[in-house]
């Protein structure tokens, strides 16, 4: 197999020429002993081949005998004259072709025992297997080069210039734990950075006026849901902007991608996901799963409503408004009347008997929300026990401070169903008038539950987390219905400043850490006052941008100001001059006459899973990692060996 | 500094109009006390500033007092009205503008004892400076994002799909050493990749028609010329393809560029280095340099002759014809009639008397060159001298093989300056008569030189280097004519294996390496019959592109077969089983039905320096490390803290 004919480039494909074609064969279809159909297929190229004899001892005989004996799934080249094509089985899909065998070369026989089933589903140490043979996947893969190049031409039109920044950079405290790179010399060491943050802000005080890259991140954290060791950024900076203007160019970016989306691309149904499927192709995933021997439950996907355009601007809501109508610093927009209500602050309406049934809190804040499904008060009453069955079973715990209260409108019962609220808790609820409560009808359920009566913290609430859980189990099980529509939302104002917890922060002895980085500017002069007498009541000028839910990335506008940003870590989170020396390239870029700047950062691969429907950013990446950071492909990481322990001063596992 | 206006996009500017404009405030050139002009700058777009007034305490007179109390170079806010526009020194540039000055607004005062002089060369250290206040610089990084913007396109159109593979891989002998990233888990670790060479072979297997990435790599290597620790590929592969299919493939890329590079781009001489100016901008450099407060030598720097197109298809040698005619592998084709000859065998033509003059080796290949510079005799014979001086003073050491015999051709002279060579030498060499010889002339410098009679090793011979080293100093001094031409060269049929030397190689116990990587094919069906026998003597299809002598990257066809990747792996170098198993997943994935593939990598730096005209690779990376693998402006590697040394199981120092 070292030789072979090349192949004929598929733009020169006409009836009656002689053409070679390289690809995989598919499963062969044998009509008789003297016909047989089967696919090659490469990338989303796919071509029919029709064998066929009438001679013993014949080319086409000999041709026909070596096909049948070529293993499906092998490489293979292929020569033979093209005939007049069949029609295609999808209207938008471009020319299909069968090719009249000549000769077949095997080019490296598939092996008998990896067995091709239909619905396979590989183990991760198979990752070459899954890719070969789901089709999806590739998409995928192929939509996500797809949206970078989209972006970087966006940018680049907006005057963004990508420039390359280091992968072996220095630790410092950023905020979240690093990857050590150690060196030969003992005792030194790099780290890779957790985003490019420092370089381009040094880019900013270089006269840069406008940065973006696609970078890869590194944090060693402790596996959280659905995150890599490494992923992808996409980073932007701008020089003399605020965050104002910044927000409005990733708004730009959003657009662009999703009016190509629109004009580009068919959101299909495969067996409940929502998959990209590019118009005018010859080359639906179906046909492709059918090659690949596997195919979807149906015979032909649903095609649901297309990718509508994002319209700027987006929403814009403070954190402490995210926080309390939905319980969520991303909230999922989606969630919303008739199905769902917002929250809303119910303590006035109750007893002091009830509350005190559902939490053990002094004077606590309590808030209600409200959802209407798809069934009968008996058939909801039945979700939400086993809603909240389940819940008790996964690692998803609630917190002690309240149970939550749930009830079923049912204006046949005593009450409406709301008795344990008594009378007058029962009547006010029933009867709250607001723009995102629908007047209660019977079936809805009705979720009370108490917090502490404090300004919020962290990404949310209780009520918020089991608001979100509701509605996504209650789509998943068809008790709502799928909503296809892509809601952006721009979530700002989040406190400069958090209590420190698990996250290793700027090690200062403030007990509170920066929300996001020490380098987010306060959001005004009175913030910035703010710090002298209430640090954690300072808001930062930091956006983040939602999308259904997820946070597809966030930004800010940065101190450009060397001053400030060492008082800010000095005085502030009163880190040490240590600790404040690992920052002096940043701080020495500011004093050279650093200009304003603010920036932003996509979680690329997020932006991804969201854009293809699909539950993990493993889905989106070629060579994912495990939750324990592990590539079950390749095997790593692996035991060092003691030659590296000494060239790289590492302990010996004894 | 919290609040400034937003700038008026450089689009809509029109004469007449009330604009505002960012940017860094240039050296302000006063005119009286009533007027005074500077340049705003930033990026490419560059306004000057007109400031005047008539009446104290007027509006005028206020902005006036303002612009002359910040310091130059502060990031200022300007607001103003557009002026007329002057006419710009070069006809290709854009249109340039007039600012009267209404207000200004200093954004970050620049500090006082930061002095930005002409000519100043900032350290390391102050890489921000360096990167503000060089236009070359960052012309040099703008062009770089053009450059792969425009390979992206290019690979797009050819139907390459984009796809990251993982950073944090694992440790395996693919030939380099490897950077280590410690684990949590002690006794773990990944490894960096010294390429994504293994994953993009396990895209092929797995069904990706065509990949490329511009993949960060690193390799922990001894400080070798101009090599950094960590460096950017553009890697590609190709399935069903061989290696004269890839070549095709990036002669077309070179293609793209160097049309790219001629339609918009003029080289321009700054003081030695042939800088490419983009056309049609009202930013040369020279004025940047001016506002920057540095300027070239000449008021107008020299235009040369314009980026030619490169002509596919590039000159093919192999390796062998490489090494015998110009002692490397990386032949510099500017080194040619009239200013230098190739190298010819001359053994036949000399007595052993002056062979062993030169050399101890028995039955040594004797070789020679010869140089024609633009001098005479005497001026000749002292760069001659000089040079050897040097040589004597530099890293560069010559082997003790051979001692060059240095002649100048002088017929005023007996035997024409020859007479060491004995009268049939003279003769002989005065008379040799081939298509890269010229006839000697007076002051012709020829260089005779003897080495091993052995077959081509390694990169280069003595007077392959030595001859390269002589062209290079003599364009450095004017003795030659600086050649502006883009020469490609491919270069290919290398030896598969090499004696292990240095690398650590795969560590097999057979005494010789991979000349590349494990995974080259052999180059015919007798390369692999030749495995058996005389394994030093198969040859790779393994193919560099060479640039000007410098190689910008190489590829080859990869092995695609599992047994055979196993058979040169385990039996022809030796490897352990251990060793072998490190390589368990492409192994897998090869025999999984992998079709034939082959590929490239360029080295994006080298390439970035190579069109820029600047000596090392540092020249075109934002933040380069220096020789000792340092980042000098964050001050990496770092000394680790004994919690991160607990947290990774590091050794402290003692």
């Known amino acids: 197999s070292f030789e072979f004919p090349k192949a004929t480039a598929l733009g020169n494909f006409r009836p009656g020429l002689d053409v070679t074609i390289h690809g995989f064969l598919g499963k062969r279809r044998d009509k008789g002993s003297a016909l047989t159909f089967c696919h090659v297929q490469l990338g989303t190229q796919n071509v029919q081949v029709v064998s066929s004899w009438q001679e013993e001892g014949s080319l086409q005989h000999n041709a026909h005998q070596e096909l049948k004996a070529i293993p499906a799934y092998s490489p293979v080249c292929v020569a033979g004259t093209l005939q007049e094509t069949g029609k295609s089985d999808n209207v938008n899909a471009g020319k299909t072709w069968d090719l009249k065998l000549r000769s077949v070369q095997c080019l490296n026989p598939f092996p008998k025992d990896i067995i091709v089933s239909k619905d396979a589903v590989w183990p991760p140490k198979s990752r070459h297997l899954q890719l070969r043979f789901d089709p999806l996947l590739q998409d995928r893969l192929r939509l996500r080069a797809l949206v970078a190049a989209r972006l970087s031409k966006a940018?680049?039109?907006?005057?963004?210039?990508?420039?390359?920044?280091?992968?072996?950079?220095?630790?410092?405290?950023?905020?979240?734990?690093?990857?050590?790179?150690?060196?030969?010399?003992?005792g030194y060491a790099y780290a890779l950075p957790q985003s490019p943050q420092q370089y381009k802000q040094v880019l900013m005080a270089a006269g840069i006026p406008r940065y973006f890259q696609f970078a890869k991140c590194f944090r060693d954290e402790d596996h959280r849901a659905d995150r890599?060791?490494?992923?992808?950024?996409?980073?932007?900076?701008?020089?003399?902007?605020?965050?104002?203007?910044?927000m409005k160019v990733v708004e730009r970016l959003m657009n662009s991608v999703f009016e190509m989306l629109h004009e580009d691309f068919v959101p299909t149904?495969?067996?409940g996901t929502i998959h990209p499927v590019r118009k005018?192709?010859?080359?639906?995933?179906?046909?492709?799963?059918?090659?690949?021997?596997?195919?979807?439950?149906k015979d032909t996907p649903d095609a649901v409503p297309g990718f509508q355009k994002a319209k700027p601007p987006y929403s814009r809501w403070s954190y402490d408004y995210a926080m309390s109508v939905t319980g969520s610093d991303k909230p999922d927009l989606r969630i919303q009347p008739p199905h769902a209500s917002n929250i809303y602050r119910v303590e006035h309406l109750l007893s002091k008997d009830f509350v005190s049934m559902i939490t053990r809190l002094e004077d606590p804040i309590v808030e209600a929300c409200k959802f209407r499904l798809e069934g009968s008060p008996h058939d909801n009453g039945a979700f939400i026990r086993d809603f909240f069955d389940n819940l008790r079973n996964t690692p998803q715990k609630l917190g002690a401070d309240s149970t939550p209260g749930v009830f079923i409108f049912d204006s046949s019962k005593p009450l409406q169903g709301l008795s344990a609220l008594g009378h007058e808790g029962a009547e006010g609820l029933a009867s709250i008038d607001e723009q995102y409560w629908q007047q209660c009808e019977d079936g809805d359920i009705i979720m009370i539950h108490a917090r502490k009566n404090e300004p919020f913290r962290g990404g949310s609430t209780e009520l918020g987390k089991i608001?979100?859980?509701?509605?996504d189990t209650a789509v998943e099980k068809g008790c709502l219905p799928k909503d296809h529509s892509f809601k952006f939302l721009w979530v700002h104002d989040f406190p400069l400043f958090s209590p420190t917890e698990d996250d290793p922060g700027q090690g200062g002895a403030a007990g509170?850490?920066?929300?996001?980085?020490?380098?987010?500017?306060?959001?005004t002069p009175e913030d910035l006052d703010l710090l002298k007498t209430d640090p954690l009541r300072a808001r930062a000028d930091h956006y983040d941008l939602v999308l259904n839910g997820v946070e597809l990335g966030g930004g800010s506008r940065r101190i450009h100001v060397a001053e400030v940003q060492e008082y800010i870590m000095r005085d502030i989170l009163k880190m040490t001059d240590q600790g404040v020396g690992q920052f002096a390239h940043l701080i020495e870029a500011l004093r050279a006459g650093c200009p304003p700047h603010a920036g932003f950062a996509f979680g690329f691969d997020r932006l991804m899973a969201v854009i293809c429907d699909v539950p993990s950013v493993k889905d989106v990446i070629a060579f994912p990692k495990s939750n324990k950071g592990e590539d079950l492909l390749v095997g790593s990481p692996t035991k060092t060996t003691p030659e590296q322990q000494k060239t790289y001063h590492l302990f010996q596992k004894s």
Request: proline fraction near 8%; hydrophobic fraction near 30%; aromatic fraction near 10%.
């Open 269 to 271: 149904d495969f067996n």
């Open 155 to 186: 940018l680049r039109s907006q005057k963004f210039t990508q420039i390359e920044t280091p992968v072996l950079f220095k630790s410092t405290p950023e905020g979240a734990r690093e990857f050590l790179v150690p060196t030969r010399r003992q």
């Open 512 to 523: 509170f850490s920066s929300t996001h980085h020490p380098f987010t500017a306060p959001l």
């Open 467 to 471: 608001r979100k859980m509701i509605y």
């Open 280 to 297: 005018g192709t010859s080359d639906e995933p179906k046909h492709r799963m059918d090659v690949a021997g596997n195919t979807t439950d």
């Open 228 to 246: 890599q060791p490494e992923f992808t950024q996409l980073d932007l900076e701008m020089a003399f902007a605020s965050g104002q203007h910044v």
